[in-house]
């Protein structure tokens, strides 16, 4: 299986780190992982790089785009954000969903219900921070979208895929050590964000103490 991490240039890639340390120990499928992105650290290695700007100002439109350059390179893969970690044994990726798109607050979920309502489909919020799987598909229901949806929402709904209603798993705010691993403890992966990571570095030290195969 190929698991594809769309990057954003940014300064610290500490949960890059972590999340390829989690795949390594709990995604055993892999067989490769390819990073989309113009830049990639100097400790990253054993990658396969599709080199793609972002388009400035425009985040779902680059994310459409480096999706797109991955299914150029292979036909279908595991897509994950750089700030998931697997925390048990995983092999089967289900689509999930929490809710609906019209209460949600990301501008893209507005042009995407409203094409969506227009087309009679379904509007359930698959944007979630699980990792979930594209394939040759994507390309099609692009084309019938304004380019700022949000993507993850537009194949689901777009494919009428029914998927498993389950809270999303990130930590959404600054918490303890205990509080973190009573948050994690009934699921297979977790995420972080700027208001969790910081007091996330510590579970995930003790989760992932040694470097994996993609570290120099």
């Known amino acids: 299986m190929k698991l594809v991490y769309p990057l954003t240039i940014q300064l610290d890639n500490t949960e890059l780190m972590y999340s390829l340390r989690s795949v390594e120990k709990h995604l055993t499928s892999v067989d490769e992982v390819i990073v989309v992105g113009s830049e990639v650290s100097d400790w990253l290695t054993n990658v396969t ?9 425009r985040k779902q439109l ?4 480096k999706i797109i350059a991955a299914l150029n390179y292979t036909d279908e893969f595991l897509f994950m954000n750089d700030d998931v970690f697997f925390i048990k044994d995983t092999t089967d990726f289900p689509y999930y969903w929490h809710g609906l798109l019209k209460p949600y607050a990301e501008s893209g979920a507005r042009p995407l219900e409203k094409k969506l309502m227009s087309i009679n489909k379904p509007a359930k919020l698959f944007d979630g921070h699980y990792p979930l799987i594209y394939d040759q598909r994507f390309k099609e229901a692009s ?6 949806c949000i993507i993850k929402s537009l194949y689901c709904n777009y494919f009428e895929i029914e998927g498993e209603f389950v809270p999303d798993c990130k930590l959404l705010r600054p918490m303890k050590k205990q509080e973190i691993y009573d948050f994690i403890q009934d699921k297979h992966c977790f995420s972080t964000g700027m208001m969790s990571i910081s007091s996330a570095v510590l579970v995930l030290q003790e989760l992932f103490p040694s ?3 993609y570290e120099v």
């Open 49 to 57: 790089q599709i080199c793609l700007s972002d388009v400035s100002g």
């Open 62 to 65: 680059s994310i459409r785009k």
């Open 143 to 148: 084309e019938h979208f304004p380019s700022d």
């Open 211 to 213: 470097k994996s195969k």
